[in-house]
């Protein structure tokens, strides 16, 4: 499919686990992100790529681990999942020109 | 330090009238702002932007102004639909090719048929 995906959409996980997110784009867009929503707080960076093999912290990086291989995809781990980390976790993904980000469906994930 | 305020958390109008969402700022070095609306279970969607060099950018029934002197920007939307039902975030951004987006807490609007 055309534009930007994330897998799982939902996922109940525990304390402790390993969960990875995953994020794939088919526009070649060079940059994408991570923000996780939580009520309060709006959209908040996780992590960003400017380009495959590029990866940088945002605002929010602890518990976290990025990587990019490939321009199309980003995923997201978590390496021992804490219940803090219960949130809905969007992918975006923007071209080297302009300003628009475009979103993904987003990953509820809920750790119990 | 939340740099990107919306201060109201919801907004009920009646369909047809003006809608006004509101947006503060404190950080007077941003340069382009863009609202993003959002459904339910769905990733957020861009709507309009508008660079820092202009105070105003239409595109259909939706309006953003900004006021730089104040550090605000509005987002106006008329006539509203019920179909414009959602919540709005507001971003700011620093320039062109930069990665620092920072969002608003969004404000759920609800038109009401």
């Known amino acids: 499919d055309a534009g930007i995906t994330q897998s799982p959409r939902y996922k109940i996980t525990e304390t402790g686990r390993q969960v990875t997110l995953m994020c794939h784009q088919t526009?070649?867009?060079?940059?994408m992100f991570w923000y996780r929503q939580d009520l309060g707080h709006g959209l908040r960076l996780i992590y960003y790529?400017?380009?495959?093999?590029?990866?940088d912290k945002g605002e929010v990086p602890d518990g976290y681990v990025v990587s990019r291989s490939k321009t199309e995809n980003f995923p997201l781990t978590l390496e021992s999942a804490t219940r803090s980390q219960t949130s809905v976790y969007f992918c975006?993904?923007?071209?080297?020109?302009?300003?628009?980000?475009?979103f993904g469906p987003g990953t509820r994930l809920l750790v119990l | 330090d939340q740099q990107v305020k919306q201060n109201s958390p919801s907004l009920s109008v009646q369909e047809g009238r003006i809608s006004i969402l509101n947006c503060d700022y404190t950080?007077?070095?941003?340069?382009?702002f863009l609202w993003y609306k959002k459904y339910p279970a769905e990733g957020p969607t861009f709507l309009i932007s508008?660079?820092?060099?202009?105070d105003k950018n239409e595109d259909g029934r939706f309006t953003v102004f900004l006021n730089k002197s104040a550090k605000h920007l509005s987002l106006h939307i008329v006539p509203s639909q019920p179909g414009d039902s959602a919540v709005y975030f507001c971003?700011?951004?620093?320039?062109?090719?930069?990665?620092?987006?920072?969002f608003g807490t969004g404000t759920r609007l609800k038109v009401l048929a």
């Open positions: 975006a993904s923007k071209s080297g020109v302009g300003e628009t980000q475009y």
């Open positions: 526009w070649s867009h060079s940059y």
């Open positions: 790529s400017a380009a495959a093999d590029i990866t």
């Open positions: 950080n007077s070095m941003f340069d382009y």
């Open positions: 508008i660079s820092s060099i202009k």
């Open positions: 971003a700011a951004t620093f320039d062109s090719g930069t990665y620092k987006y920072i």
